[in-house]
């Protein structure tokens, strides 16, 4: 199994600025993924985070709202660009194992 | 449309009865896989149960069991002798095709009463 760690586990934030979010794996893992869950509702795939490569978006997500890195196997960055209220969510790092996708604790994110 | 529906936005159970949450899919993959998740009021993501595709016997863990029904493309998850801790927001989710990310249904409150 996988062990999933996101740094930070919340914030508030103003209006107009960008936090990025650690995502960090104890154990190498092909598939990176990133999630959001607006307040009340299911998680929505933001993107595929690829090692060594431009992340992979869903419908409706975009790299320059939503730029994503990820150097190596256990280590992904999401960052929230430009922010406003209606990116107050909570976002989740996931982990693709072979029978189970890990998540982590999730960020919860505050914009005001 | 849809890829994972859950019928039941909220239900209500008796301490120890048994619980079945519904879920159905959507897919034209032959390899696939579907989960369940359990999220309490603390946010974090508990997997249950998996089911791929090609598994002939129903996935069980302990007091959770997958009843999958391929035909029907159906995958509800049947909780035995519910307990208050049981209490929880419940996701269904499948993987497939090549890029293996997984899709999340609306969810299913479930509320278990003493």
């Known amino acids: 199994s996988a062990v999933i760690s996101q740094k930070p586990s919340r914030d508030i934030c103003q209006r107009g600025t960008s936090l990025t979010i650690q995502c960090q794996v104890d154990?190498?893992?092909?598939?990176m993924f990133w999630y959001r869950q607006q307040p009340g509702q299911s998680l929505t795939l933001i993107a595929t985070?690829?090692?060594?490569?431009?992340?992979?978006?869903e419908s409706g997500f975009v790299i320059d709202k939503f730029p994503i890195s990820r150097p190596n196997l256990t280590f992904s960055t999401l960052t929230v660009s430009n922010m406003s209220p209606e990116d107050s969510s909570i976002y989740l790092c996931?982990?693709?194992?072979?029978?189970?996708?890990?998540f982590g604790p999730g960020t919860r994110l505050t914009v005001t | 449309a849809q890829k994972i529906t859950q019928t039941q936005p909220g239900m209500f159970v008796q301490e120890k009865e048994a619980v079945t949450l519904d879920c159905t899919y959507d897919?034209?993959?032959?390899?696939?896989?579907l989960f369940w998740y359990k999220q309490p009021s603390s946010g974090e993501m508990i997997f249950l149960i998996y089911?791929?595709?090609?598994?002939?016997q129903n996935a069980t863990e302990g007091r959770y069991s997958l009843n999958f029904q391929k035909a029907r493309k159906s995958a509800n998850l049947v909780i035995s002798a519910s307990q208050l801790g049981d209490s929880a927001m419940y996701f269904c989710?499948?993987?497939?095709?090549?890029?293996?990310?997984?899709?999340f249904g609306k969810g299913t409150r479930l509320h278990i009463l003493p």
């Open positions: 989710a499948m993987r497939e095709g090549r890029d293996d990310k997984i899709i």
């Open positions: 154990s190498q893992v092909t598939m």
């Open positions: 897919t034209s993959d032959q390899s696939y896989g």
């Open positions: 996931s982990a693709l194992g072979l029978r189970e996708q890990y």
């Open positions: 985070a690829n090692q060594g490569s431009e992340a992979t978006y």
């Open positions: 089911q791929g595709s090609y598994d002939e």
